[in-house]
């Protein structure tokens, strides 16, 4: 019957989906949100495809905890990380200073971990040139004299067990204003005299670029940092292999020289050919080219739309119709879609990521999106049904029609309209909100956008930003074509 | 619906229970002849009686109407019939057998409904709407054909018309294809709420021409409820008089005009006659 195009509702998401069908499974390298990591994380992948293994790279997934939570479970099998890093955050153990403790700890969570890349990249207090002679700063401990000057860290500095609380407890230090800033941003703060003093790595590229000064470590507080791969020890052996083949081989002046390419040329896969001193040319073409990348954004950001929406319309109508019949389980119903609805995105990933089935990955993505979805379904279909006039109701009971004949054949297509508006919210809204899934290493669209903030980088954000845009604008026509197909013509008059 | 139904499950558990009066035997023996009884039946919200115990019989071919002002409660009592309301106590008979939330979706498809803006889904098309039932029954399109041509003629209806929605029909065209639906499975009884209550007074004296030509044909057994003493006076074998959740009196209009069962009889016909002179 003409009544039933109420299905096709969900064969469009569906359709979304399957046109978009998963690789084999691949290695997949992390990398931390900043140039560095990234960089390191290309380095790998190209040394893996080198060796002819198949690899992919999730840039800039987020900080230790998220990289270490998905190596664990598996989401990843190898990323970057600092051997201060491992014993101060991950093990929480300062005693372990020798590679080889720091190896035997992690063998117990079934984590292996190459031998150090070779540079040292430890964390620094770094100030402007000219603020820092002008008040005769060179150490740490200079900075006792001068509480007035304002402190700019990242938000893991402040909180890290080696970060800002234990080295001003170390320095004595009581500066009148710390503050959490993300780590690109700082340095413009440090250049605009919003900050005068902020955190970075030793091989940062723009201490050289912004003309900054370290400040000496003379107490020794930091740790060192050696950058080295962990990885799965279950990972594939040819793998472990290949990762192995870069120990020993990347110095601090080398990785000062890579990074300062990815942030000249904003071209992490370039920076990372460097390594393997291709020319620029052939460093170019080796590259992704952007409509590949482009498409893969789109196609995984359709992916978590589509997929989040298909649940949203596979519960929600269902819910809708039981909020519609009021009572306690309705307002139940209601108020909890109402209550999702008012958690700020960001907050609901965090709050998912933790848990046991979800940690770093799609899934979790598509949980967010799924939950946000919801409420406008719910919504529409509960006051598309309650709209539907009484005597109507009548009606159809009068005639002799069974509930489930009534549900199917009078109520639902005569709350059509109601129903697929919001349908159409909940999937703009998807649409939107999927930019968020990168932060959580799930890609898409937001993949370009945290890469361009994170660079300070206006067009690598726009190559994300005006598509998510195009593609809520053409989710919404699309919709309403669809109105055409399935509202019935008889309510279209 | 979670209300409806909560009512006919306690409607349900009442007759279990044996809370419902059987009525009188002497009612249910002397009017075996009609076609639905209802005895002792009552209904009231929230305290409120809406229909006093209320004893009334429908009689086979017959157009029987219930008359009264506003919140009288004739549509209550007809509601009742077709289990739209679960009445407090009472029961009502369907041929000889008690309506029960068990039996009432069958006996549903033997009574025919019509109310007064027709109630058509608008979704639907005429043809949709009048055959609705009838497919929900598994009977095809080619089967019911000679049926649809049938209820055109007899309700002037031109076939077609029935490829349109009703929204874009007439109010009086749409009454038309209500009382085809209503009429589609031949029921033994045709409730009728208002049928003509929003029509504008031309098309209302000719459906209720049609309607009456139509009772006559089909030896139609009809209850009509109609707010309208001349309305009831064209239609009327049997007229039913109620107030304030009472039937006040029974018989003929001349029955009610010669020999008025109280000052309220006399005053709803002066009312009526008056507001018809005027």
Request: glycine residues 10%; charged residues 20%.
């Given at each position: 019957m003409k009544t039933n195009k109420l299905y096709f509702v969900s064969c469009f998401p569906a359709f979304l989906i399957l046109i978009s069908s998963s690789l084999a499974n691949p290695v997949v390298i992390g990398s931390k949100k900043f140039t560095e990591s990234y960089v390191l994380g290309e380095i790998a992948k190209r040394t893996l495809n080198d060796a002819g293994i198949p690899a992919e790279h999730r840039q800039g997934m987020g900080g230790t905890i998220i990289l270490w939570q998905a190596l664990r479970g598996a989401q990843i099998d190898a990323y970057p990380e600092y051997t201060g890093t491992i014993a101060e955050e991950i093990l929480k153990d300062q005693q372990l200073h020798s590679a080889g403790a720091i190896r035997?700890?992690?063998?117990?969570?079934?984590?292996?971990?190459?031998?150090?890349?070779?540079?040292?990249?430890?964390?620094?207090?770094?100030?402007?040139?000219?603020?820092?002679?002008?008040?005769?700063?060179?150490?740490?401990?200079?900075?006792?004299?001068?509480?007035?000057?304002?402190?700019?860290?990242?938000?893991?500095?402040?909180?890290?067990?080696?970060?800002?609380?234990?080295?001003?407890?170390?320095?004595?230090?009581?500066?009148?204003?710390?503050i959490g800033i993300d780590h690109a941003l700082g340095y413009a703060a440090l250049q605009n005299g919003s900050i005068d003093v902020k955190d970075a790595?030793?091989?940062?590229?723009?201490?050289?670029?912004?003309?900054?000064?370290?400040?000496?470590?003379?107490?020794?507080?930091?740790?060192?940092?050696?950058?080295?791969?962990?990885?799965?020890?279950?990972?594939?052996?040819?793998?472990?292999?290949?990762?192995?083949?870069?120990?020993?081989?990347?110095?601090e002046a080398r990785m000062i020289q890579l990074n300062a390419e990815a942030e000249r040329t904003k071209n992490y896969t370039r920076a990372a050919n460097l390594y393997f001193r291709d020319d620029v040319e052939s460093a170019t073409?080796?590259?992704?080219?952007?409509?590949?990348?482009?498409?893969?954004?789109?196609?995984?950001?359709?992916?978590?739309?589509?997929?989040?929406?298909?649940?949203?319309?596979?519960?929600?109508?269902?819910?809708?119709?039981?909020?519609?019949?009021?009572?306690?389980?309705?307002?139940?119903?209601?108020?909890?879609?109402?209550i999702v609805q008012t958690i700020p995105s960001l907050a609901l990933l965090a709050l998912l990521v933790p848990l046991p089935f979800f940690g770093i990955s799609a899934r979790t993505a598509i949980a967010a999106l799924f939950l946000y979805g919801l409420l406008p379904i719910v919504r529409n279909t509960a006051s598309g049904l309650q709209d539907i006039p009484r005597s109507l109701r009548e009606s159809a009971i009068a005639l002799g029609l069974t509930p489930a004949t009534r549900l199917w054949q009078?109520?639902?297509?005569?709350?059509?309209?109601?129903?697929?508006?919001?349908?159409?919210?909940?999937?703009?809204?998807?649409?939107?909100?999927?930019?968020?899934?990168?932060?959580?290493?799930?890609?898409?669209?937001?993949?370009p956008i945290l890469s361009g903030l994170n660079l300070n980088d206006h067009v690598t954000i726009l190559q994300g930003a005006i598509p998510a845009a195009l593609l809520a604008l053409i989710v919404q026509w699309s919709f309403d074509l669809l109105d055409r197909v399935l509202i019935p013509k008889g309510l279209r008059l | 619906m979670v209300g409806r139904s909560a009512l006919v499950w306690r409607f349900l558990f009442q007759?279990?229970?044996?809370?419902?009066?059987?009525?009188?035997?002497?009612?249910?023996?002397?009017?075996?002849?009609?076609?639905?009884?209802?005895?002792?039946?009552?209904?009231?919200?929230?305290g409120a009686p809406a229909l006093h115990p209320t004893n009334l019989s429908i009689e086979r071919g017959k157009t029987t109407v219930l008359i009264g002002p506003s919140g009288c409660g004739k549509s209550t009592l007809l509601r009742i019939i077709i289990g739209l309301i679960a009445p407090d106590s009472g029961t009502t008979d369907f041929e000889g057998s008690?309506?029960?939330?068990?039996?009432?979706?069958?006996?549903?498809?033997?009574?025919?409904y019509v109310i007064q803006e027709g109630g058509l889904f608008p979704h639907l098309t005429a043809r949709a709407n009048i055959l609705l039932m009838a497919r929900h029954l598994g009977k095809t399109d080619a089967e019911m054909h000679p049926r649809l041509s049938e209820l055109c003629e007899l309700t002037r209806f031109s076939e077609n018309l029935l490829a349109r929605y009703p929204l874009e029909l007439s109010g009086g065209q749409r009454q038309r294809v209500s009382l085809m639906r209503a009429l589609m499975l031949s029921p033994e009884l045709l409730l009728l709420?208002?049928?003509?209550?929003?029509?504008?007074?031309?098309?209302?004296?000719?459906?209720?021409?049609?309607?009456?030509?139509?009772?006559?044909?089909?030896?139609?057994?009809?209850?009509?409820?109609?707010?309208?003493?001349?309305?009831?006076t064209y239609f009327g074998d049997a007229i039913v008089l109620m107030n304030e959740g009472r039937i006040v009196q029974q018989g003929s209009v001349a029955d009610l005009r010669e020999r008025p069962a109280s000052d309220f009889v006399s005053e709803f016909i002066n009312a009526q006659r008056s507001v018809a002179l005027a």
């Open positions: 035997d700890a992690l063998s117990k969570f079934g984590v292996g971990m190459t031998e150090p890349l070779g540079f040292n990249n430890t964390y620094a207090l770094i100030m402007r040139r000219d603020r820092a002679q002008e008040l005769g700063i060179r150490t740490i401990t200079d900075l006792q004299k001068h509480p007035e000057l304002k402190i700019g860290v990242t938000h893991e500095f402040l909180a890290r067990q080696d970060g800002w609380q234990p080295l001003a407890a170390r320095y004595r230090l009581s500066p009148q204003s710390v790595y030793s091989t940062d590229a723009k201490i050289a670029e912004y003309d900054l000064v370290v400040l000496e470590d003379d107490v020794g507080f930091f740790p060192k940092y050696e950058a080295v791969f962990l990885f799965r020890a279950s990972m594939r052996k040819d793998a472990i292999a290949a990762l192995r083949k870069l120990e020993g081989t990347l110095d073409s080796t590259g992704e080219p952007f409509s590949h990348k482009l498409a893969r954004w789109t196609l995984r950001h359709l992916q978590l739309a589509g997929f989040s929406l298909l649940l949203a319309i596979v519960v929600g109508i269902p819910l809708g119709i039981f909020a519609s019949r009021g009572g306690v389980v309705g307002h139940a119903i209601l108020g909890f879609a109402s009078i109520y639902l297509p005569m709350s059509s309209r109601s129903i697929l508006s919001g349908i159409k919210t909940s999937a703009v809204i998807n649409v939107g909100t999927a930019t968020l899934a990168a932060l959580i290493g799930a890609g898409g669209l937001g993949e | 007759i279990v229970a044996g809370v419902a009066d059987p009525g009188p035997e002497s009612v249910r023996g002397t009017k075996m002849s009609a076609l639905v009884q209802l005895i002792d039946v009552r209904k009231s919200y929230d008690q309506i029960t939330p068990a039996n009432i979706d069958m006996l549903r498809r033997r009574i025919g709420d208002e049928p003509l209550g929003a029509l504008d007074p031309l098309v209302r004296a000719s459906l209720q021409k049609d309607l009456k030509e139509i009772f006559g044909r089909l030896k139609q057994t009809a209850l009509l409820v109609t707010h309208d003493l001349a309305e009831a």
